[in-house]
């Protein structure tokens, strides 16, 4: 059979997943990056088992998660310190917290070893049906199948009006990596609410544990970098040793919902937050995209007419990626919009709720699905 050849815009997760997996089930892969460098933010990344067997099929776990701390436990604790939810995990469910530039490089340097080719300051402005992609300096290239991974803003996305909505949300989200200290929890993921407030401890990596904050996108010091750690202390007490040990600085973002209208065209295909930009809530976004694109790339590499092979891919994969979406909302619209004179109530209702089955079953559909293709390794980095 010819060689076929797959143009991927975007060097973030999601492409460098798709360039790996294209790569490695024979594909000739380039991917474009718009920055001069490929770099990555200082802060951790939740890694499901859904995401998790993606890399190993890949062949980037052992590294992308070698300084990773296994997490036995998420809690989500309210005001009071009334715990919840608990989530457990292990060795068969697994949650992993690497720091993001762990799991980035760890894809770059897989990338390399299976031969694709990386190209940055390569600015994609369009994608062409028939196999096409043109660029800021007016050139085009061509190829079997096109990958559309250029992030939640996405410029390509439009250019095959793919854009349905873009729902910008009522949280911002501030993130930071901080030093360890000693008596900081190892294993235990905790989600302090207050009303429409969130401090997310996440133990990470030796030296280093990963907060994640998110903020009513109204209020002012909320979303105040440097950060305003008076008023974390004033809303999270019991977690000031924590604070006094925040950063001046963090990562800021909007908290970011897209939904398309359809994920091809021809031999076009969207992925990652191109696709489904989701908020954080249940850390799942990323290890959604990876499921997408293991599914895109099997059956691809499987037909000989990419644009049903497209076709089929968005109808199997929608309802699992629509499924998490909406949790991750509703997650969002719990935490947010509860009225904060009903606090006891909204206490009392996650706690019940998070216990039955249906709930487990729902929170965790996306991270518990077995991706299309997974190769199980014969050995694996043992981390529970
Ligand atoms: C606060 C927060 C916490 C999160 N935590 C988790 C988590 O714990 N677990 C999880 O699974 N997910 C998490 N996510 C979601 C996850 O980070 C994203 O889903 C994932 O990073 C998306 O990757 P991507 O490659 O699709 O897009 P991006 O990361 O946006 O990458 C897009 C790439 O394309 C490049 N690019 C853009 N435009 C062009 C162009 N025109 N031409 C060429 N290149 C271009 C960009 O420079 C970039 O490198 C979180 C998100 C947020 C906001």
Redesign the pocket.
């Known amino acids: 059979m010819k060689l076929r050849t797959a143009e991927i815009?975007?060097?973030?997760?999601?492409?460098?997943v798709a360039a790996n997996r294209l790569a490695q089930l024979g594909w000739k892969v380039r991917i474009?990056?718009?920055?001069a460098e490929l770099r990555m933010f200082g802060?951790?990344?939740?890694?499901?088992e859904s995401?998790l067997k993606t890399l190993e099929t890949i062949g980037a776990y052992d590294s992308a998660v070698a300084n990773a701390r296994a997490i036995k436990d998420w809690q989500i604790r309210d005001g009071k310190g009334r715990i919840l939810m608990s989530r457990r995990a292990d060795d068969s469910d697994r949650l992993l917290l690497p720091p993001r530039a762990d799991l980035y490089q760890a894809l770059i340097d897989q990338a390399i070893k299976h031969g694709v080719e990386i190209v940055t300051s390569?600015?994609?402005?369009g994608a062409k049906p028939e196999g096409g992609i043109i660029f800021?300096d007016g050139s085009e290239t061509s190829a079997d199948l096109v990958v559309v991974?250029?992030?939640?803003?996405?410029?390509?996305r439009e250019s095959i009006l793919g854009t349905k909505w873009m729902d910008f949300g009522a949280q911002v989200?501030i993130?930071m990596l901080i030093d360890e200290q000693e008596g900081d929890i190892h294993d235990t993921l905790i989600e302090y609410w207050n009303g429409p407030w969130r401090l997310l401890y996440n133990p990470c990596t030796d030296g280093k544990n990963y907060i994640?904050l998110s903020a009513p996108v109204d209020e002012e010091r909320g979303r105040k970098i440097p950060i305003d750690k008076s008023l974390w202390i004033e809303k999270f007490p019991h977690a000031e040793s924590l604070i006094h040990r925040f950063q001046e600085s963090g990562?800021w973002?909007r908290?970011v919902n897209v939904k398309c209208r359809k994920w091809h065209e021809g031999r076009v295909a969207i992925?990652?937050?191109?696709a489904h930009?989701m908020?954080?809530n249940l850390?799942?976004?990323?290890?959604?995209?990876f499921i997408n694109v293991m599914a895109l790339a099997k059956m691809a590499t499987e037909s000989d007419h990419i644009p049903d092979a497209l076709r089929q891919w968005e109808q199997q994969q929608r309802s699992i990626t629509n499924h998490v979406q909406w949790w991750s909302y509703l997650y969002g619209y719990v935490l947010g919009n509860w009225p904060t004179s009903l606090q006891t109530l909204r206490s009392d209702f996650v706690s019940a709720i998070s216990k039955t089955e249906w709930f487990d079953e729902s929170l965790n559909r996306g991270a518990r699905h077995v991706p299309a293709g997974y190769v199980a390794p014969t050995a694996r980095l043992t981390k529970y």
């Open positions: 815009v975007g060097a973030g997760l999601s492409g460098l474009h990056e718009r920055n802060a951790g990344i939740w890694l499901w995401g390569s600015v994609a402005i800021e991974a250029d992030g939640a803003y996405s410029r390509v989200g993130r994640f990562r973002d908290l992925i990652g937050d191109a930009a908020p954080p850390g799942q976004a990323a290890n959604t995209a």
